[in-house]
């Protein structure tokens, strides 16, 4: 790492705004490929300057000096981009100069900056990128870049010119700041004036940061700088960067509760859920034959998820905290995450019941200062015994929940009238969301496989599975079925199939029955019998996401997540063409803890041999220190999968 001259050159630069003529020696300071061998960039500084108006309103000056270290630098370096969204925010690049190693200086043309739609799936708001060409550089060339920005990430309902890039929350300010970057970043530097009569509080999570507020006329600014940033590395799978990574969160917002409120009351006042005779009549049909509390809720959130297609389309003002109405939703059938937990809370009161929304983040923590981390809005709904239940339209279409237990250990804020603090989905029981294999088979003496299985699962074990066909064109399901056991042997023939009604799923759980054969499956010799049972073959490997992950390295620093909690139970009877001595292969029958377990077991009683395995995973979101336990799982079912049984038939 540089020499503390460099830093401290770097902090004179940003906070006295000496002049650009310094910039070459910083440059040349700063370092090259063999100070930092295995990057591609070095960020020499990345600055930002916030200053926030009364309204909430915040003017933001960007400043930033990349080095290129290598040619593949060098090609990320060829143009630059930056997204926002026209109806909440303004962004002007200012100026873009080029230092190239031979010392000249090339000043690029911003005004040829190209401003366009931005590439979008899904989901079209109208955002937009801009973006200057740099053109050819070469490693020793370093890229300046300043920017302007007003506005916010989300858009709300807005009147005149400046008014549309003032936050949701009029008068307050929140800001996230990532302290981390996937190149090395010699400097990150991140200030903000806010008026003296706002009452910040803020917080440095994972890692440290030096700080200082320094009174500035009617205004006091917070300042905080990072110094040697190193990219982290990167393990399978693991938590998201926010969860580990030094970040700064700032806000003026007093807590969650005010949040809460405000998220309730901007919706009442929009009217977002009122109802129409249309939804009125839809939701009487919806529950005609509705048995009681939970099935009149069952039935309008399985509507609602099926129904309103996922299709995020520009429907003029209110594409942000402001839920869009049930009129809109219900003629158009479209819209996103708070679109369809908009219908659901329209059709749930014009049921009857009390219904509000929430916001929630899918993938990541949500930390306690209350800046908004927000992006997935689902569904509450008060029972009659005063308990609220979480309800989740976008997450459940041909799901036999009503809340998706891929979101369970999430963070999540209730919009209402008497306000509520941050809370988190609990864990859901493994037992809840079981994947079950049951199969019997003979090996005849030519070493054909026959025989049958049943497959069984429920909650999100049933939708992995239950995927394959409603996912799928109706001509495809048996070619889907047929694919498992092609995937394990390319002989495989089936004989006869039963996979039910896939699209009445909330009638019963999945059941998959197949009759099949396999052609020299087995390999049957005077001396042995050499196979792998089919139903512990990885057979439906969707239905068991652990089997995905590798279970090296031997320690993680990282939380990792997996698809959900589960319980795997696999069991097969194998009738054989003689009798002969089992061999047994090297596996604990127990391991793991209550975070992780598996339990096998092996036995060959006269011509049958048959096996079992069970697999107990508790959650979905993993310390690091559950990674031993969870990886000999792994590993032990693994062993199961790809490990020959061998019969001597010679004793």
Not at 244 to 252: E, F, G, N, V
Not at 330 to 336: I, L, N, Q, S
Not at 537 to 560: D, I, Q, T, V, W
Request: charged share 25%; net charge negative.
């Amino acid at each position: 790492m540089k020499s503390k001259f460099v830093l401290t050159f770097i902090v004179l630069l940003l906070t006295h705004s000496l002049i650009s003529s310094n910039i070459p020696e910083l440059i040349k300071k700063a370092g090259c490929s063999k100070d930092f061998p295995k990057a591609d960039l070095l960020m020499i500084f990345d600055s930002t300057d916030v200053d926030v108006q009364e309204s909430g309103l915040s003017y933001v000056n960007t400043h930033t000096l990349y080095k290129v270290l290598t040619t593949s630098g060098a090609k990320k370096l060829n143009v630059i981009k930056f997204g926002y969204d026209p109806l909440s925010a303004y962004i002007d690049i200012k100026g873009v100069n080029v230092y190239r190693k031979d010392g000249s200086i090339e000043k690029i043309d911003v005004s040829e900056v190209y401003d366009y739609p931005a590439p979008a799936r899904m989901i079209y708001w109208g955002a937009r990128e801009k973006m200057v060409e740099i053109g050819r550089v070469e490693p020793g060339d370093a890229v300046e870049v300043f920017m302007f920005k007003k506005g916010y990430t989300y858009a709300l309902l807005y009147d005149d010119e400046d008014e549309q890039y003032i936050p949701p929350m009029r008068g307050h300010y929140y800001d996230i700041v990532p302290f981390w970057s996937s190149d090395p970043l010699l400097l990150k530097y991140y200030s903000v004036a806010v008026p003296k009569d706002k009452q910040i509080q803020y917080r440095f999570y994972n890692g440290e940061a030096e700080s200082s507020m320094i009174p500035e006329g009617e205004k006091m600014r917070y300042t905080f700088i990072k110094k040697d940033i190193m990219p982290i590395p990167q393990e399978s799978r693991m938590v998201d960067m926010s969860d580990i990574a030094p970040k700064l969160l700032i806000s003026t917002s007093p807590d969650w509760e005010a949040k809460s409120l405000w998220f309730y009351g901007v919706n009442e006042d929009y009217g977002s859920f009122e109802s129409t005779p249309e939804i009125d009549k839809k939701v009487d049909e919806i529950l005609a034959n509705a048995k009681d509390e939970i099935d009149s809720i069952s039935l309008l959130t399985h509507w609602v998820a099926d129904e309103i297609r996922y299709s995020g389309i520009s429907m003029g003002p209110g594409e942000g905290y402001t839920l869009h109405s049930g009129d809109m939703n219900f003629t158009d059938r479209c819209g996103v995450c708070k679109d369809k937990a908009g219908m659901l809370i329209t059709m749930l009161r014009a049921a009857g019941f009390e219904s509000y929304p929430a916001m929630t983040m899918a993938g990541s923590r949500i930390d306690y200062i209350p800046a908004d981390q927000f992006n997935h809005s689902v569904t509450v709904v008060k029972m009659k015994n005063g308990e609220y239940k979480l309800l989740d339209p976008t997450w459940v279409p041909f799901l036999r929940e009503l809340w998706s237990s891929a979101e369970q250990q999430q963070n999540y804020l209730m919009g209402l009238p008497e306000g509520a603090d941050l809370m988190e989905t609990p864990v859901s029981p493994p037992e809840n969301h079981f994947f079950r294999i049951t199969g019997n088979s003979e090996i005849s003496k030519d070493g054909t496989l026959s025989g049958e299985f049943l497959l069984t699962a429920e909650g999100q074990s049933d939708a992995a599975v239950r995927r394959m066909f409603t996912s799928n064109y109706i001509s495809e399901w048996e070619k889907s079925v047929e694919k498992e056991l092609l995937n394990i042997s390319s002989q495989a023939k089936i004989i006869k199939m039963d996979f039910g009604e896939p699209y009445k799923y909330q009638e019963s759980n999945i059941h998959i029955k197949v009759v099949y054969e396999i052609p020299d499956y087995a390999i049957v010799t005077e001396d042995e019998i050499i196979f792998i049972p089919l139903v512990a073959a990885n057979l439906f490997k969707r239905g068991m996401s652990h089997m995905y992950f590798s279970n090296k390295p031997a320690e993680r620093k990282f939380g990792f997540r997996d698809r959900c909690s589960r319980l795997v139970e696999l069991n097969e009877t194998v009738k054989l063409p003689a009798t002969g001595k089992l061999i047994p292969f090297e596996f604990e029958e127990k391991v793991g803890d209550e975070i992780a377990s598996f339990e096998g077991s092996i036995n060959l009683d006269e011509d049958k041999y048959s096996f079992s395995e069970k697999i107990v995973l508790s959650k979905r979101v993993y310390e690091a220190e559950d990674w031993h336990s969870f990886s000999k799982v792994v590993e032990s079912q693994k062993k199961f999968a790809n490990t020959p049984v061998i019969i001597d038939l010679t004793k």
